[in-house]
């Protein structure tokens, strides 16, 4: 079986790490399904919203295989196989998967099932909504494997919850449970296993019945006004709303409104 499973429903696209076995940990092949989805589902003009979700009820992810990954990139050992080939003569494709550095402005829900330690906590990161379930955990063990979470969490971590309870989670390396993320705002929901699935799609299926050309302008203009002056923000957003307000899509919402239907939104 693929260490990803990525399939197209609805306008939807469906992220499943695949390797239930190894708590769906990271291995050069999953980080190349998932640098390669990403591309697709940016490209991909049909698919309004992504849900990234783990293989069983155990884990979400349990970050890089200590086993395969890190060694490899480490160079403690060889390459063996074409993904482990792909992955060090592209090292970008890491900085894809993990979605830092790779500019993305359809939404990403995370579906939390379990585990998400180390890579596990930083892909989320880079995903928009995160829903958890009761038995999820959350945590960057790195520095206690003696290294260090460079997949984002170091910048991007500061900026999503509170500075203090960042530092935390960062320097011991300790874990917490959903109820605690959901807490410091590090997580949207939480919800039973059972339900979790349900409410990623129903979450998904809210934002993909909206004008997508709006839906990407928003997500557009929060990421790049992040941390810059007021004024140079508002250009942006000017320069957003501007793109929106001349497509079809802004003059068919409200026309669907006043005939009291469903709007047929089309993206341009």
Request: proline share 5%.
């Amino acid at each position: 079986m693929p260490h990803l499973v990525y399939e197209k429903r609805d306008g939807i696209a469906h992220l499943t790490m695949n390797r239930p076995e190894k708590r769906n940990a990271f291995s050069p092949e999953m980080i190349c399904r998932l640098a390669d989805a990403w591309h697709d589902f940016r490209e991909d003009t049909s698919l309004r919203v992504a849900v990234l979700t783990g293989a069983g009820d155990t884990a979400f992810s349990a970050g890089a295989d200590l086993g395969r990954l890190i060694p490899l990139l480490t160079r403690a050992r060889e390459a063996e196989d074409k993904w482990d080939e792909r992955i060090l003569r592209k090292p970008s494709l890491l900085q894809v998967a993990l979605l830092r550095r790779f500019e993305l402005y359809k939404p990403v829900i995370a579906a939390v099932n379990g585990f998400a330690l180390a890579g596990g906590t930083e892909i989320i990161q880079g995903t928009d909504i995160r829903l958890a379930s009761t038995n999820a955990r959350f945590g960057l063990s790195e520095p206690k494997r003696g290294i260090v979470p460079a997949g984002g969490s170091m910048v991007r971590l500061v900026r999503q919850i509170p500075f203090s309870k960042a530092m935390e989670i960062l320097l011991t390396g300790d874990d917490l449970s959903a109820e605690e993320a959901h807490r410091i705002g590090l997580v949207n929901k939480v919800t039973s296993p059972a339900r979790l699935h349900d409410e990623a799609v129903a979450m998904a299926r809210r934002i993909a019945d909206n004008a997508p050309l709006a839906v990407r302008a928003i997500k557009e203009v929060v990421l790049r006004t992040s941390g810059i002056p007021l004024e140079d923000a508002y250009a942006i957003e000017d320069a957003g709303a501007a793109v929106v307000m001349r497509s079809s899509d802004a003059r068919e919402g409200p026309r669907a409104f006043l005939e009291k239907r469903k709007p047929r939104f089309q993206g341009s």
